[in-house]
């Protein structure tokens, strides 16, 4: 069965590694016979700001971009996200768009007498691939990753995700030509692989 995989560039610019590595993933994922679409954020017509935060709830209007992404995320069976680490967490851009996008009615619903909503976007995992210039070390043992605690368990996961996978590329200003390119070939791998 063909696999229906949506690459989001959430980097805002075009020009950096975080492309690289989602075209190196398209690469693998092609050759392993999947669709593919791409959204690069940066090129996406959105208010970043959820003004009214979820007082609205289904009747938020969005802009024709976010329509698309939305139709785009339903579409695809595994979604691959990458973007930078700043300041502890993804770009306001990035953030934008999961608040913008990841609605109530689209990614998730409330039921009368539940306490958990239903999570509608269930069937669909997810490989987010973060960029850093801390060192993975530090992350993981300083840190303890918690941005990947609170993407599993309080955003992607809270709406269905499932398996939800990470890969950190880091410290970014002291890498190598040879240690991107070896980056880029294990994403490559990631991709032909379908995860």
Not at 49 to 70: C, F, H, K, M, P
Not at 91 to 120: C, M, N, Q, W, Y
Not at 128 to 145: E, H, N, Q, S, V
């Amino acid at each position: 069965m063909e696999k229906n995989i949506l690459l989001i560039l959430g980097h805002p610019s075009e020009n950096s590694f975080c492309k690289a590595i989602i075209d190196a993933y398209q690469k693998g994922a092609e050759e392993a016979g999947a669709n593919c679409r791409t959204i690069c954020l940066s090129r996406l017509n959105f208010n970043v700001n959820l003004s009214d935060g979820y007082r609205t709830g289904e009747s938020v209007q969005l802009e024709d971009d976010l329509i698309a992404s939305q139709q785009l995320i339903l579409w695809a069976d595994h979604v691959v996200l990458a973007y930078p680490n700043w300041w502890g967490f993804m770009p306001a851009l990035t953030k934008g768009f999961i608040d913008r996008v990841f609605l109530p009615g689209f990614a998730f619903k409330h039921r009368s007498g539940k306490i958990f909503p239903e999570k509608l976007l269930k069937g669909k995992s997810m490989r987010l691939l973060i960029t850093m210039d801390t060192p993975k070390w530090w992350f993981y043992l300083i840190y303890r990753a918690s941005q990947y605690q609170i993407l599993k368990d309080i955003v992607f996961g809270y709406v269905g995700f499932h398996p939800i996978m990470f890969s950190t590329f880091g410290f970014m200003r002291k890498s190598t030509v040879k240690q991107r390119n070896n980056w880029l070939k294990q994403v490559e791998r990631l991709g032909k692989q379908l995860k």
